[in-house]
């Protein structure tokens, strides 16, 4: 059973295009992240929700916009993707503090 | 703010050799936690141990080790008898338990060593 799932797993676009990565967990946990990955790969994170509230807002561009249907789920949409944008972005949870954050696969966005 | 520094970013060393990880971090919080990840070619995050800061306790699993050094802020990671397969980017964490309620097990991540072993 996958813990922690992301789709798609590779996305090429266009600049200017608006595209969403989805993440679901069946861990049962209460908190979720995404974190990036560039092409140094430096991995940073830029959200976190806990019990589908938003925690942690990285200063990230609001381009970017995560959203949390239910504690399982945490998509992360993003407006007007920039070639900057090109990078991993993984997806993670985690049930209590101390335990370490559980990876999803990561999604290779790539813009054009 | 809680910072983690690696300050090797890329190793190489020739099978059977032993090497070591450095990882050095900072943090107001008496209450943290330490972590190291591995990512292989492939490029998922692979979970390798965890550290509580109450727990100076050395460990060892297998051909890996860890020494966790509070007095130097240090966390170092040792590879006995390296293989190819242990050819990955290995990253160094932080998670504070209480930066202010708001931390939620949000890990800070150091830059990441690349280790390369070479047959």
């Known amino acids: 059973d996958t813990a922690v799932s992301q789709t798609p797993k590779y996305l090429v676009t266009q600049m200017g295009n608006d595209k969403s990565i989805k993440c679901e967990q069946n861990l049962g946990h209460d908190t979720m992240y995404w974190y990036k990955q560039d092409s140094k790969k430096f991995l940073k994170i830029m959200f976190s929700?806990?019990?589908?509230?938003?925690?942690i807002n990285e200063t990230v561009p609001n381009r970017f916009s995560p959203k949390s249907p239910d504690k399982a789920h945490l998509n992360l949409h993003i407006n007007s993707l920039e070639l900057g944008d090109s990078a991993v972005y993984f997806c993670?949870?985690?049930?209590?503090?101390?335990?370490?954050?559980?990876f999803g696969p990561g999604t290779r966005l790539l813009v054009l | 703010a809680q910072k983690v520094t690696q300050a090797q970013t890329e190793i190489s060393v020739v099978e059977k050799e032993d090497v070591t990880l450095d990882c050095v971090y900072e943090t107001r919080d008496t209450t943290y936690y330490l972590f190291w990840y591995k990512q292989p070619p492939s490029g998922e995050l692979v979970f390798l141990i965890r550290?509580?800061?109450?727990?100076?306790q050395n460990e060892i699993s297998g051909r890996y080790s860890w020494n966790f050094q509070k007095s130097t802020s240090s966390f170092n990671f040792t590879i006995t008898a390296s293989q190819v397969v242990d050819s990955a980017v290995y990253f160094c964490?932080?998670?504070?338990?209480?930066?202010?309620?708001?931390?939620?097990?949000?890990?800070?991540f150091g830059q990441g060593t690349i280790l390369t072993v070479h047959p």
């Open positions: 550290r509580n800061s109450f727990d100076e």
């Open positions: 993670a949870s985690s049930q209590e503090m101390g335990r370490g954050n559980y």
């Open positions: 964490a932080l998670s504070e338990a209480n930066a202010g309620g708001t931390s939620y097990g949000k890990l800070t």
């Open positions: 929700y806990n019990n589908k509230e938003l925690i």
